[in-house]
Protein backbone atom coordinates (compact mmCIF):
# COMPACT_ATOMS: atom_id res chain seq x y z
CA UNK A 1 0.00 0.00 0.00
CA UNK A 2 0.99 3.65 0.05
CA UNK A 3 3.67 4.86 2.50
CA UNK A 4 3.40 8.47 4.39
CA UNK A 5 3.59 11.24 2.02
CA UNK A 6 4.31 14.60 2.33
CA UNK A 7 4.41 18.08 0.53
CA UNK A 8 6.49 19.94 -0.68
CA UNK A 9 9.66 17.90 -1.20
CA UNK A 10 11.17 21.18 -1.21
CA UNK A 11 10.69 24.58 -0.22
CA UNK A 12 12.87 27.84 -0.03
CA UNK A 13 11.33 31.04 2.08
CA UNK A 14 12.40 34.26 3.08
CA UNK A 15 13.17 34.85 6.32
CA UNK A 16 9.99 36.09 7.87
CA UNK A 17 7.55 34.21 6.28
CA UNK A 18 4.96 31.63 7.48
CA UNK A 19 5.18 28.29 5.69
CA UNK A 20 2.94 25.06 5.58
CA UNK A 21 4.30 21.33 5.33
CA UNK A 22 1.74 18.78 5.07
CA UNK A 23 1.98 14.93 5.58
CA UNK A 24 -0.48 12.16 4.71
CA UNK A 25 0.18 9.02 7.19
CA UNK A 26 -0.36 5.75 6.03
CA UNK A 27 -4.35 4.73 5.74
CA UNK A 28 -5.14 3.71 9.13
CA UNK A 29 -2.56 4.26 11.33
CA UNK A 30 -3.40 6.29 14.50
CA UNK A 31 -0.59 7.81 15.58
CA UNK A 32 1.31 10.70 13.34
CA UNK A 33 4.85 12.34 14.39
CA UNK A 34 6.77 15.20 13.14
CA UNK A 35 10.44 15.13 13.48
CA UNK A 36 13.21 17.71 12.78
CA UNK A 37 16.44 17.09 11.24
CA UNK A 38 19.06 19.39 10.90
CA UNK A 39 22.19 19.27 8.61
CA UNK A 40 24.40 15.97 9.52
CA UNK A 41 22.32 15.14 12.95
CA UNK A 42 19.58 12.79 14.18
CA UNK A 43 16.23 13.37 14.26
CA UNK A 44 14.30 15.96 16.79
CA UNK A 45 10.83 14.98 17.70
CA UNK A 46 8.13 18.24 18.01
CA UNK A 47 4.85 17.12 18.05
CA UNK A 48 2.71 13.90 18.43
CA UNK A 49 -1.26 12.92 17.24
CA UNK A 50 -2.48 9.78 19.19
CA UNK A 51 -6.31 9.67 17.44
CA UNK A 52 -8.80 11.86 19.21
CA UNK A 53 -6.12 12.42 22.01
CA UNK A 54 -4.83 16.07 22.90
CA UNK A 55 -1.19 16.44 21.03
CA UNK A 56 1.88 16.14 22.78
CA UNK A 57 3.25 19.56 21.39
CA UNK A 58 6.58 19.27 24.08
CA UNK A 59 9.16 18.95 21.55
CA UNK A 60 7.77 22.29 19.85
CA UNK A 61 11.21 24.68 19.90
CA UNK A 62 8.78 28.13 20.17
CA UNK A 63 5.30 29.21 19.84
CA UNK A 64 6.25 29.86 16.17
CA UNK A 65 5.49 26.69 15.22
CA UNK A 66 2.54 24.53 15.74
CA UNK A 67 0.55 21.60 14.16
CA UNK A 68 -2.96 20.26 13.21
CA UNK A 69 -4.57 16.71 11.95
CA UNK A 70 -7.70 17.25 10.95
CA UNK A 71 -10.55 13.93 10.91
CA UNK A 72 -7.51 11.80 12.14
CA UNK A 73 -5.50 11.60 8.93
CA UNK A 74 -3.77 14.65 7.06
CA UNK A 75 -1.42 16.81 9.07
CA UNK A 76 -0.47 20.17 8.73
CA UNK A 77 2.92 21.86 10.29
CA UNK A 78 3.03 25.49 10.46
CA UNK A 79 6.31 27.64 10.86
CA UNK A 80 5.21 31.64 11.31
CA UNK A 81 7.87 34.27 10.95
CA UNK A 82 10.75 31.76 9.37
CA UNK A 83 14.65 32.33 10.77
CA UNK A 84 17.29 30.82 9.47
CA UNK A 85 17.40 28.32 12.07
CA UNK A 86 14.36 26.96 10.52
CA UNK A 87 15.96 25.28 7.76
CA UNK A 88 16.42 21.66 7.84
CA UNK A 89 14.48 18.50 6.75
CA UNK A 90 11.23 18.05 8.23
CA UNK A 91 9.84 14.42 8.81
CA UNK A 92 6.87 13.32 9.41
CA UNK A 93 6.05 9.55 10.53
CA UNK A 94 2.64 7.31 11.33
CA UNK A 95 2.17 4.39 13.12
CA UNK A 96 -0.27 1.27 14.77
CA UNK A 97 0.42 2.67 18.62
CA UNK A 98 -1.09 -0.76 19.68
CA UNK A 99 1.19 -3.20 17.83
CA UNK A 100 4.95 -2.78 17.73
CA UNK A 101 5.38 1.38 17.92
CA UNK A 102 8.36 1.38 15.11
CA UNK A 103 7.16 4.59 12.82
CA UNK A 104 6.97 4.50 9.57
CA UNK A 105 8.62 8.06 7.69
CA UNK A 106 8.00 9.75 4.86
CA UNK A 107 10.46 11.33 2.45
CA UNK A 108 10.74 14.66 4.57
CA UNK A 109 10.16 18.61 3.39
CA UNK A 110 13.73 20.38 3.19
CA UNK A 111 12.87 24.01 3.94
CA UNK A 112 15.91 26.74 3.61
CA UNK A 113 15.44 29.98 4.78
CA UNK A 114 17.26 32.60 3.18
CA UNK B 1 16.61 11.91 30.56
CA UNK B 2 17.14 9.51 27.56
CA UNK B 3 19.32 9.16 25.44
CA UNK B 4 21.16 7.14 22.41
CA UNK B 5 24.92 7.27 21.48
CA UNK B 6 26.45 5.55 18.53
CA UNK B 7 30.14 6.26 18.68
CA UNK B 8 30.96 5.84 15.04
CA UNK B 9 30.34 8.86 13.14
CA UNK B 10 31.78 7.21 9.83
CA UNK B 11 32.35 2.94 8.80
CA UNK B 12 33.26 1.81 6.06
CA UNK B 13 33.54 -1.93 4.69
CA UNK B 14 34.60 -4.01 1.50
CA UNK B 15 31.53 -5.37 -0.18
CA UNK B 16 31.03 -8.88 0.60
CA UNK B 17 32.06 -8.26 3.98
CA UNK B 18 30.66 -8.07 7.44
CA UNK B 19 30.09 -4.86 9.57
CA UNK B 20 28.90 -4.13 13.10
CA UNK B 21 27.28 -0.91 14.20
CA UNK B 22 27.48 0.44 17.70
CA UNK B 23 24.98 1.56 19.81
CA UNK B 24 24.59 2.14 23.38
CA UNK B 25 21.41 3.84 24.97
CA UNK B 26 20.28 5.25 28.49
CA UNK B 27 16.68 4.86 30.32
CA UNK B 28 15.03 4.16 33.80
CA UNK B 29 12.08 2.19 32.01
CA UNK B 30 11.69 -0.90 31.93
CA UNK B 31 9.58 -1.64 28.75
CA UNK B 32 10.73 -0.17 25.59
CA UNK B 33 11.15 -0.98 21.72
CA UNK B 34 14.62 -0.75 19.69
CA UNK B 35 15.41 0.14 16.19
CA UNK B 36 17.89 0.49 13.39
CA UNK B 37 16.57 2.76 10.70
CA UNK B 38 18.75 3.20 7.34
CA UNK B 39 18.55 6.97 5.89
CA UNK B 40 20.51 7.04 2.10
CA UNK B 41 21.06 9.74 0.13
CA UNK B 42 16.85 9.86 -0.80
CA UNK B 43 16.42 10.53 2.80
CA UNK B 44 14.11 8.90 3.09
CA UNK B 45 14.21 6.81 6.87
CA UNK B 46 13.91 3.02 6.67
CA UNK B 47 13.05 0.48 8.94
CA UNK B 48 15.77 -2.04 9.50
CA UNK B 49 14.84 -4.13 12.63
CA UNK B 50 12.99 -4.38 15.52
CA UNK B 51 14.08 -5.29 18.95
CA UNK B 52 11.71 -5.65 21.67
CA UNK B 53 13.17 -5.23 25.41
CA UNK B 54 11.44 -7.89 26.53
CA UNK B 55 12.72 -10.31 24.87
CA UNK B 56 16.12 -11.81 25.05
CA UNK B 57 16.06 -13.31 21.52
CA UNK B 58 18.06 -11.46 19.27
CA UNK B 59 16.45 -9.94 16.26
CA UNK B 60 16.78 -11.07 12.63
CA UNK B 61 16.27 -9.95 9.10
CA UNK B 62 17.75 -11.33 6.29
CA UNK B 63 21.38 -9.96 6.03
CA UNK B 64 20.78 -7.62 9.55
CA UNK B 65 21.06 -8.70 12.79
CA UNK B 66 21.22 -7.27 16.29
CA UNK B 67 23.34 -7.96 19.43
CA UNK B 68 20.81 -6.89 22.57
CA UNK B 69 22.38 -6.63 25.71
CA UNK B 70 19.84 -5.18 28.08
CA UNK B 71 21.97 -5.05 31.40
CA UNK B 72 24.50 -3.54 29.20
CA UNK B 73 21.85 -0.97 27.52
CA UNK B 74 23.77 -1.91 24.22
CA UNK B 75 22.00 -2.46 21.01
CA UNK B 76 24.43 -3.20 18.12
CA UNK B 77 23.74 -3.95 14.48
CA UNK B 78 25.17 -6.63 11.99
CA UNK B 79 25.48 -6.43 8.72
CA UNK B 80 26.47 -9.37 6.88
CA UNK B 81 27.21 -10.21 2.95
CA UNK B 82 27.31 -6.25 2.78
CA UNK B 83 26.20 -5.01 -0.63
CA UNK B 84 26.57 -1.41 -2.33
CA UNK B 85 23.08 -0.77 -1.79
CA UNK B 86 23.91 -0.32 2.03
CA UNK B 87 25.49 2.74 1.74
CA UNK B 88 23.75 4.44 4.14
CA UNK B 89 23.39 6.68 7.05
CA UNK B 90 22.37 4.06 10.12
CA UNK B 91 20.61 5.42 13.01
CA UNK B 92 19.70 4.11 16.35
CA UNK B 93 16.14 4.76 18.27
CA UNK B 94 14.28 3.48 21.03
CA UNK B 95 10.94 4.71 22.18
CA UNK B 96 9.66 3.60 25.47
CA UNK B 97 6.28 2.19 25.86
CA UNK B 98 4.82 4.78 28.18
CA UNK B 99 6.19 7.51 25.39
CA UNK B 100 5.53 9.36 22.79
CA UNK B 101 8.58 9.59 21.02
CA UNK B 102 11.61 7.91 19.52
CA UNK B 103 15.05 9.05 20.74
CA UNK B 104 17.78 9.20 18.07
CA UNK B 105 21.31 8.40 17.81
CA UNK B 106 23.44 11.15 16.26
CA UNK B 107 24.07 8.55 13.21
CA UNK B 108 26.96 6.81 11.08
CA UNK B 109 27.79 6.37 7.39
CA UNK B 110 28.24 3.65 6.30
CA UNK B 111 30.65 3.14 3.27
CA UNK B 112 30.49 0.11 1.21
CA UNK B 113 33.06 -0.08 -1.02
CA UNK B 114 32.95 -2.25 -4.25
Known amino acids: GAGVSQSPSNKVTEKGKDVELRCDPI?????LYWYRQSLGQGLEFLIY????????KSGLPSDRFSAERTGGSVSTLTIQRTQQEDSAVYLC????????????FGPGTRLTVT | AQTVTQSQPEMSVQEAETVTLSCTYD???????LFWYKQPPSRQMILVIR??????QNATENRFSVNFQKAAKSFSLKISDSQLGDTAMYFCAFIVTSGSRLTFGEGTQLTVNP
Open chain 2, 27 to 33: TSENNYY
Open chain 1, 49 to 56: FQGNSAPD
Open chain 1, 27 to 31: SGHTA
Open chain 2, 51 to 56: QEAYKQ
Open chain 1, 93 to 104: ASSFRTSGYEQY
